[in-house]
């Protein structure tokens, strides 16, 4: 079974072949972090306007890439929760345009089960029941993956996610948007132990996350040591941030593996490309006896393969939409409802 998946959730425009859920046929994506760099994040309404104008490119990239006419596609696959309004309704309408003209099924998709199918890409082995830390600009969970789509949170942020924090810290230590990658190559240059950061917890909620707090330590270490001519070295603190932030993802996931009964460990999302939680997450899942999954880097930030991928177990269990399909900014991964 061959599936044309697109995925417009925020500022990456991208339209992916998958073939069986296992097969990636093609995967194009065309990025606007260059445009959004100048205004040091995600504008949603520039998004908007790049994905009207990227998409039908890509799209037919994408079917050119795998020798394939929209004929020989079996369905259309498309990330429709959760996401920026604007950027996901360019997809959502556009997935609807073709499935109507080609008359093909129209497969919803979430966008967090399509981080978390990203996985299965990168590692055919891994099956469910397993457990998942989730790790974006927009998102931080421990999943129990229990079923291809059957899912049930045990954690989650209660306010910024690991990737906005490290977008935030990093725009206060003078790096450019996306931050992410900036504090992560910093880190290797830098002392893990020279700056002592708080451990946000969340009370009576051992699962669940909160990364406000380091993030405003962060800033208000920078103006205070600004305010007091006093110099700070970047490397270092960039080092002392992603420790804690690894510190933090790392132990409430094992303590959520202990808790539940989990083996198999698998990390998603933009964050799970970031070199110094891979390894950390590898190496304590080493020392508990998991066995780790992660996928591949360049599964980890937003695609269509990981669309075309979920997309298949989906339909598979029997999702299907109709043209009234609305997309939606915000959704539950384990209350989806189309």
């Keep these: ?9 925020c500022d990456e425009t991208a339209a992916a072949v998958v073939e069986n859920g296992d097969k990636v046929l093609s995967s194009v994506v065309a990025s606007q972090i260059a ?3 100048l205004y040091g994040g995600v504008v949603p309404e ?18 050119s890439d795998a020798g394939l006419s929209l004929e020989d596609i079996d369905a259309i696959g498309v990330t429709a929760a959760p ?13 609807k345009g073709l499935a109507l003209a080609s008359n093909k099924p129209l497969i919803p998709v979430h966008h967090i089960r399509s981080h978390i199918a990203a996985n299965y890409l990168s590692n055919p082995e891994l099956k469910p029941p397993f457990l998942c830390l989730v790790a974006s600009g927009g998102h931080s969970h421990i999943i129990e993956v229990l079923t291809y789509t059957q899912f049930r949170v045990i954690g989650r942020t209660r306010d910024d996610a690991a990737g906005e924090a490290y977008d935030k810290a990093a725009r206060a230590m003078g790096f450019p948007y996306p931050g992410g990658k900036e504090i992560d190559e910093a880190a290797g240059k830098g ?10 917890q969340v009370d009576g909620c051992p699962f669940d996350f909160s990364f406000s707090g380091l993030k405003t330590a962060v800033i208000n270490l920078l103006h205070n040591a600004e305010q007091k001519n006093e110099t700070v070295n970047i490397n270092d603190l960039a080092a002392s941030f992603q420790q804690t932030v690894c510190d933090i993802l790392s132990s409430k996931l094992m303590a959520a593996a202990q808790e539940f009964g989990y083996h198999n460990i698998a990390i998603a999302g933009g964050v799970a490309a970031n070199s110094g939680l891979r390894s950390r997450l590898e190496q304590d899942c080493r020392k508990n006896g998991y066995t780790f999954y992660l996928p591949d880097l360049s599964l980890c930030g937003d695609n269509a393969a990981m669309v075309g991928c979920q997309a298949y177990f989906e339909y598979q269990s029997g ?3 109709n043209y009234n399909l609305n997309a939606a900014a915000s959704m539950p991964v384990d209350q989806v409802n189309w």
């Design 46 to 63: 520039i998004a908007s306007r790049r994905h009207c104008e990227s998409i039908t490119a890509v799209v037919s990239q994408a079917l």
């Design 191 to 200: 002392n893990p132990q020279a700056y002592k950061l708080p451990h946000p």
């Design 35 to 37: 445009e959004h760099r």
């Design 83 to 95: 996401g920026l309004i604007g950027a996901l309704l360019v997809g959502v309408n556009f997935a």
């Design 319 to 321: 999702v299907r939409a």
């Design 1 to 9: 079974m061959k599936i044309l998946a697109i995925e417009s959730s």
